[in-house]
């Protein structure tokens, strides 16, 4: 079981940023990759990045790369998600989720919502023009 909590959203205009925080309780942090998704109004829950286990790699959706940077600290059992370069159409609630079923890294595989067993209530983004 894992528990997972993510804070940091908020309202900002155009070209500003913001950093997402996942804070993870339950099983142990470092076992696990976790992703990150969004969703914004009316249209289906879409991948961001996803980070793996220890940190080393990551993978990141092309409508954010470049701007949107995963990272994680396991002696906080948290994960990141620094957004820089903010644009309207990132305006969505953001997810974290934890793939705690295979250990092994897949790029296929963590950009995909059904592969995520746990997931955070979401923190709303919104980015003014």
């Known amino acids: 079981q894992v528990q997972l909590i993510e804070s940091g959203g908020g309202l900002v205009q155009a070209g500003g940023s913001l950093r997402l925080s996942c804070a993870a309780s339950?099983?142990?942090?470092?076992?696990?990759?976790m992703g990150w998704f969004r969703q914004a109004p009316g249209k289906e829950r879409e991948f961001v990045a996803a980070?793996?286990?220890?940190?080393?790699?990551?993978v990141y959706a092309l409508s954010v790369k470049g701007r949107f940077t995963t990272s994680r600290e396991n002696a906080k059992n948290t994960v990141y998600l620094q957004m820089n370069s903010l644009k309207p159409e990132d305006t969505a609630v953001y997810y974290c989720a934890s793939d705690t079923k295979v250990p092994a890294w897949l790029q296929t595989r963590v950009a995909l919502a059904t592969n995520y067993d746990y997931w955070g209530q979401g923190t709303q983004v919104t980015v003014s023009s």
């Open positions: 980070i793996s286990r220890n940190g080393v790699t990551t």
């Open positions: 339950g099983r142990t942090f470092s076992s696990y990759h």
